[in-house]
């Protein structure tokens, strides 16, 4: 007999900049996410009894047995303990494979939970700011981790300045707007407007970090508050992980949920997810920087065990790491320019705030809590880790699924790769190339620090190189569209790295 799941319980924190007492660490965080997240039961008392504890890995704080502790700090005994690799994608992809043990039947009650705190902040309440670190976002992975999901890009790739995304999501917005055809005022004026109705709905929600809604020229005008960090992107366009915040959702199967469950609204069904993770793992690996056929495999994966069909789709909430994410999204799913649906319910990672691989869950408590009010009859997330390279789907709805779940993640773990195998790369090219897209990196005084472009050398290989430094040429690159021109490929003798000329 097929074993329906449900989200029982959900719960969100944001701990606040100013504070006068101590911080919450992120497993601080977790608790007070999890207890709020139990709240929702009709036994709030459950939390001890929960079966099993998923935790999302924290970048911001390093534990050695994050699901462990937290049960500790729950007065929990589950029988399973577990965390989370790296990667935005953790959250969706927690869910399913407890979705596919309760459906298995072999724990009847599931916590998933995550945090991250990463506002700089002495312990001592009297002085509370402390310097941040200018690599962040991992500084709670410690050195000596295991796995290749520690870095997203390559160490060529590093070396020549594209180390983490707020560097790497600007070239695929680059390569969208060299195939939408427009000029760069026309284009970014377009994205910048869907970027404002992301703050608006930020600047509604009660956990968002950030809640004052910014005009399409707010975001796109360069000052001391908004500075270009890579071409296309201001700051106002790039991820806010600076935020102290967390949550928690309570799984469990139907039958339990009838005497333990939700004490508010309507049933939240969990009705099917998808994992998938692209061959192409890298940016300089891939053969198009305008889509992404594992979002579309994972996506599909969901809609074919949920029974449910797109148009079903009443809401989405698009992982919104930065708008290049949410245009290949909205691309992959073949969703149109005026469509009427929510693409954000909580106004994204650049406005409600990204907290490292944790900003998924967030985006699933406030579906979950839609649902049950009875605003949102069924709705989809997505969640994506590194640069396009790890996707995770999700589906919730308060009509019960018509397919069994059981099976649903372990199919993923053997059946996870989609896409074409990786480019062939020259790290040593010379002759003549193609560009295929590129960026520009600012300094913090605004000034361009270099230029990176990524295309195919002529026998279609792949090439990285950096533009020579001149500021006549990084005003024709931000001004001008130079995807398909052609360059000179020489190598730098003093750098070692390859300069990309314009021919």
Not at 275 to 285: E, G, K, L, N
Not at 487 to 500: E, I, Y
């Amino acid at each position: 007999m097929k074993t329906n799941v449900v989200v029982a319980g959900w719960g969100q924190v944001t701990q606040s900049k100013q504070l006068k007492t101590l911080p919450q660490d992120p497993m601080g965080m977790m608790v007070q996410a999890s207890v709020a997240a139990a709240r929702n039961l009709k036994t709030p008392d459950l939390l001890p009894r929960v079966e099993a504890i998923l935790t999302v890995k924290s970048l911001s704080v390093y534990y050695k047995t994050p699901a462990q502790d937290l049960a500790q700090r729950l007065g929990a005994s589950p029988k399973i303990n577990f965390e989370s690799r790296i990667g935005g994608n953790s959250p969706q992809t927690l869910i399913n494979t407890a979705a596919g043990m309760i459906a298995r039947k072999e724990v009847n009650s599931v916590l998933v939970a995550g945090a991250e705190t990463y506002v700089p902040r002495s312990l001592d309440p009297e002085t509370p700011d402390r310097i941040k670190p200018d690599n962040a976002l991992l500084q709670g992975i410690p050195k000596d981790y295991t796995g290749n999901d520690a870095s997203g890009v390559t160490p060529l790739e590093a070396r020549y300045g594209i180390q983490h995304p707020m560097q790497g999501f600007p070239l695929f917005e680059t390569a969208l707007w060299a195939a939408s055809g427009m000029d760069i005022s026309t284009y970014l004026n377009k994205v910048a407007a869907f970027w404002s109705q992301f703050s608006q709905r930020a600047s509604t929600h009660p956990y968002a970090w950030t809640k004052t809604a910014k005009a399409p020229e707010e975001i796109l005008r360069v000052s001391d508050q908004n500075r270009p960090i890579a071409f296309p992107y201001t700051k106002f366009m790039n991820s806010f992980v600076t935020v102290d915040q967390g949550a928690a959702i309570i799984l469990m199967s139907q039958d339990y949920a009838k005497t333990h469950g939700s004490a508010r609204g309507r049933t939240v069904y969990f009705s099917g997810g998808g994992y998938a993770q692209d061959r192409q793992q890298f940016m300089i690996q891939k053969t198009d920087f305008t889509s992404s056929p594992p979002l579309k495999a994972a996506v599909d994966k969901a809609l074919h065990r949920s029974g449910f069909s797109l148009e079903d789709m009443d809401a989405f909430d698009l992982y919104s790491c930065f708008p290049s994410a949410v245009s290949i999204a909205k691309k992959m799913l073949d969703i149109k320019e005026n469509d009427p649906r929510p693409m954000t319910l909580t106004g994204g990672l650049g406005f409600f705030g990204g907290p490292g691989n944790n900003y998924n869950l967030h985006a699933v408590a406030t579906l979950c809590s839609r649902i049950a009010q009875g605003l949102t009859k069924t709705g989809m997330v997505t969640a994506l880790g590194w640069f396009m390279h790890k996707h995770a789907a999700g589906i919730y709805s308060c009509l019960p699924p018509e397919k069994p779940l059981d099976t649903m993640d372990i199919e993923d773990k053997e059946n996870f790769m989609a896409g074409q195998a990786p480019v062939k790369l020259d790290p040593n090219p010379s002759g003549t190339g193609i560009i295929e897209t590129y960026t520009i990196v600012y300094n913090r005084d605004h000034s361009p620090a270099y230029g990176v472009v990524y295309g195919k050398t002529q026998p279609g290989d792949r090439f990285i190189g950096r533009t020579p430094w001149d500021p006549a040429l990084f005003e024709r690159l931000s001004t001008r569209c130079m995807v398909g021109r052609k360059v000179s490929l020489t190598m730098d003798p003093q750098t070692g790295l390859t300069l990309a000329r314009l021919t």
